[in-house]
């Protein structure tokens, strides 16, 4: 479901996948940003990582509802993570400019 909504706004993420954050644990990252409670609690330490960020999102999956429902669901929670996203880079590139200068790249 999470690639159907995201096709609605012309972004594939079929060939994504989720990733053991094991993979990532030796990375150095500026941020890391859990998503939802259960991350949150379960979250590794990120020895790297100076910025640890928690956003409590809805999680989608927790309900069984019948599927239009839960596509709206889905939607919600896509919609909320682009408004998390923009208002963060708002916030770094404030920060720190050369996030700004990252994010108008892309």
């Keep these: 479901m999470a690639v159907e909504v995201m ?3 012309g972004i594939d993420i079929s060939g994504q996948r989720a990733k053991n954050v094991k993979e990532s644990l030796k990375e150095h990252f ?5 998503v939802c409670d259960a991350a949150r ?4 330490v990120f020895p790297f990582t100076p910025n640890l960020v928690h956003w409590s ?5 927790s309900d069984f509802q ?3 429902e839960k596509r709206d669901v889905f939607r919600r929670v896509r919609n ?3 408004a998390k996203v923009e208002s963060f880079l708002e916030e770094t590139a404030k920060q720190e400019p ?3 200068k990252t994010a108008e790249a892309r």
Excluded: M
């Design 98 to 100: 050369q996030l700004a």
């Design 41 to 44: 609690e379960k979250a590794p």
């Design 57 to 61: 999102l809805y999680d989608p999956e």
């Design 80 to 82: 909320e993570i682009q």
């Design 7 to 9: 096709k609605e706004v």
């Design 66 to 68: 019948n599927p239009a």
């Design 30 to 34: 500026g941020y890391v940003i859990t």
